[in-house]
């Protein structure tokens, strides 16, 4: 198994998420590896919210930009915890058996932590 060429690919995917990332969201000051959602209605205080469907359609904006978040935050922590076990020399081993994890299965998902058998 070539580790350089999936450590590139990683690589590549996770520039691409944090441009996604920042789309969406900020780090959160407080801890580097946490994101948060940007665009608060309730902390916007140049939007006028008088109008109850202006402050609806905000919220309902929020919300979609925060399930977009968290499915791009846990995608982002995948591929920085694959990176982390190629530089532990664990990559690429199934996290139930031990076995090798089949090519054809990082070539598709290369933060994947289980071999097809045991995917979920």
């Not at 309902?60 to 930009?65: N, V, W």
Request: aromatic share 4%.
């Amino acid at each position: 198994m070539d580790k350089n060429y999936y450590k590139k690919k990683l690589e590549e995917e996770l520039e691409l998420l944090e441009k996604e990332l920042k789309t969406v969201g900020t780090i959160n000051p407080d801890n580097k590896a946490d994101w948060e959602t940007v665009g608060d209605p309730e902390t916007n205080e140049n939007d006028d919210h008088s109008d109850p469907n202006d402050n609806a359609d905000d919220q309902e904006e929020f919300g979609e930009r925060q399930a977009i978040l968290r499915d791009l935050e846990i995608r982002f922590n995948n591929v920085k915890e694959a990176l982390q076990r190629i530089d532990d020399d664990t990559f690429g081993k199934c996290d139930i058996c031990e076995k090798e994890i089949e090519e054809k299965r990082l070539e598709a998902n290369p933060a994947a932590t289980t071999c097809i058998e045991h995917t979920k």
